[in-house]
């Protein structure tokens, strides 16, 4: 039996979202933690397995500032094993670990957290960031984009962009249609950092960051936390509510520096291996979704995503989104529901999966969406992942 198949996830817990805000990072991180395993229905006795992503990074500009150690002693827990995924997939790599320690029986219940604190970092340390930090000497991942004056995942993406513009023809109306719809579903969630209403007017007016990439295009730093809980399947007689079940999963990694890309193709991702291996685990198509929860770091990726799961073809996400009418609430695929990283916050791809749990156990009020029993959730930029979450 496929790993998956044999986990769940029994809780989903969200703490309040701030730029910035008054608690400290382990203080968003607890009060996550103990809404997840609340909303389960467990204790933190039953908590057996815990893991991050990708574990403390203090001189990282609030990028991760809490670690698996310090939870596991503020909680009290007393887990069996520990995990933390500081290369591979990004956030999914913890859940990924999670779903193989619950399925080869090191754990029943794992919890799973992802902390950020980089509005706070930015308040005091205006050039604070992971890729254009001052450092003494140019290494690693770095080598392939400061040197050519690449300061910002906003540098990286824009060529991405342009280099996909170019391919097929792409529109910037096309493209603001995702920051428009974003700015729409986040007004329905009362956790959302921009909660105003735009026009694609408003997005075209909006200042070039870089070129094609706009001011709307970027998602927004902040302060929060997420956790989730990884249960084995055979204790959802045990849980609180119904466990959302873990259809699929696919996975990829590859290229220079952060793993971007080594093809010549820079109008796509190497994410398509992760949504091809996916779908080559489950007898679910793409045509099943009722939802979708898509990485959002720049509005490009959510594009280069939705073809890569398979949701549209090569050089086809653009007029699939134009307009925003298929991608609304009521549209052929909701997208983005809480209004995703560009509206809601940054919270490096946990609020995608959280917001997939909160839609599949029907607790979104107005931004619900009607009958939604599965769910496509993506993540990355610097390594793909994608789960496919349904309710039995």
């Avoid at 984009?145 to 300061?151: A, H």
């Amino acid at each position: 039996m496929l790993a998956e198949k044999q986990a769940c996830i029994s809780g989903a817990g969200q703490s309040q979202v701030g730029r910035p805000s008054d608690k400290s990072a382990l203080a968003l991180t607890l009060q996550a933690c103990e809404r997840a395993v609340e909303q389960a229905g467990l204790s933190m006795s039953d908590i057996d397995g815990l893991t991050t992503y990708p574990g403390p990074m203090l001189d990282a500009g609030g990028h991760s500032p809490v670690g698996a150690t310090e939870v596991m002693l503020s909680l009290g827990l007393q887990p069996t094993w520990v995990g933390a995924s500081t290369e591979g997939h990004a956030h999914m790599g913890a859940i990924f670990e999670a779903i193989m320690a619950v399925a080869s029986g090191l754990c029943r219940h794992v919890l799973v957290f992802r902390t950020v604190g980089q509005a706070t970092a930015r308040m005091k340390d205006r050039s604070s960031t992971v890729i254009g930090k001052s450092v003494p000497r140019i290494r690693g991942g770095m080598s392939w984009f400061l040197p050519y004056q690449c300061y910002s995942a906003v540098n990286i993406y824009g060529l991405y962009a342009q280099a996909y513009f170019e391919k097929y023809g792409a529109t910037q109306e096309q493209l603001g249609a995702i920051a428009v719809n974003s700015r729409k579903m986040a007004g329905m969630n009362p956790n959302a950092i921009y909660r105003t209403p735009i026009t694609i007017e408003d997005y075209l007016a909006s200042r070039m960051i870089s070129t094609p990439l706009r001011l709307f295009d970027c998602d927004t730093h902040v302060d929060g936390s997420t956790a989730i809980i990884i249960s084995h399947r055979d204790t959802a007689p045990d849980l609180r509510q119904a466990p959302i079940l873990i259809e699929s999963m696919g996975m990829s990694i590859e290229g220079l520096g952060f793993g971007d890309h080594t093809a010549t193709d820079f109008a796509s991702l190497p994410a398509k291996k992760a949504g091809d291996m996916l779908w080559s685990r489950t007898d679910l198509k793409p045509a099943d979704v009722d939802t979708a929860q898509i990485y959002d770091g720049f509005s490009i990726l959510t594009l280069m995503w939705l073809e890569a799961a398979g949701m549209c073809g090569p050089g086809e996400a653009a007029s699939f989104v134009e307009g925003g009418t298929r991608i609304g609430l009521d549209g052929e695929l909701p997208l983005n529901t809480s209004g995703g990283q560009l509206s809601a916050g940054r919270l490096h791809g946990f609020g995608h999966t959280y917001e997939a749990c909160m839609q599949l156990w029907g607790l979104c009020g107005e931004r619900q969406v009607k009958d939604a029993k599965t769910c496509l959730v993506t993540n990355g930029g610097f390594g793909y992942g994608a789960l496919l979450l349904r309710t039995d």
